[in-house]
T-cell receptor, first 115, second 113 residues
């Protein structure tokens, strides 16, 4: 049973370009979480999605950032018109359900570097 | 809001030394508490957890006790190994927040021979 798969592992973009980060949850998991880790900081919650629904986006910046988790295919975190401050490690986690005792399984992350 | 404060690193220890990484939290209600470990180039892995006051989580020789009176969840290990070198994150899940976690900034542990 493959774990949470994130790609690419490393992504380099120039200022103003778009970044697309992909996350395939573990088999059987229908809940996906995105976290961002800025240099020298802990992971910060961004968004929580179920298939075709955004459940909690309280950690998402108001502009340029969006996320989706379609019925088929991976979850996508999209960053438009990237700026240097977007440089960070972006981690995806998945769980099978919503309950408060559900264990989260994390991917290895995507390191975004904005030049 | 919820927050987690953990000691800054890096922490450098010799093999077989005793490890303590401090973690304190602020949260309303009765959060669940976690320690995650991140090995180089990998994602976070759950190391141990405790869901109510006075619970002790343990795994791979690591332990942490949920202390509500001091709002703490310090990580300890009696004898560290080189293979324990990693970044350790303390985290909490607040009451009624599904699986959303609040993380500390992480503490890097380097164990040398």
């Amino acid at each position: 049973n493959a774990g949470v798969m994130q790609n690419p592992r490393h992504l380099v973009r120039r200022r103003g370009q778009e970044a697309r980060l992909r996350c395939s949850p573990m088999k059987g998991h229908s809940h996906v979480y995105w976290y961002r880790q800025l240099p020298e900081e802990g992971l910060k919650f961004m968004v929580y999605l179920q298939k075709e629904n955004i459940i909690d986006e309280s950690g998402m910046p108001k502009e340029r950032f969006s996320a989706e988790f379609p019925k088929e295919g991976p979850s996508i975190l999209r960053i438009q018109q990237v700026v240097r401050g977007d440089s960070a490690a972006y981690f995806c986690a998945s769980s099978p359900g919503q309950g408060s005792n559900e264990k989260l399984f994390f991917g290895s992350g995507t390191q975004l570097s904005v030049l | 809001g919820d927050s987690v404060t953990q000691m800054e690193g890096p922490v450098t220890l010799s093999e077989e030394a005793f490890l303590t990484i401090n973690c304190t939290y602020t949260a309303t209600g009765y959060p669940s508490l976690f320690w995650y470990v991140q090995y180089p180039g990998e994602g976070l892995q759950l190391l141990l957890k405790a869901t109510k006051a006075d619970d002790k989580g343990s795994n791979k020789g690591f332990e942490a006790t949920y202390r509500k009176e001091t709002t703490s969840f310090h990580l300890e290990k009696g004898s560290v190994q080189v293979s324990d070198s990693a970044v350790y994150f303390c985290a909490l899940r607040g009451t009624g927040t599904a699986s959303k976690l609040t993380f500390g900034t992480g503490t890097r542990l380097q164990v040398t021979l």
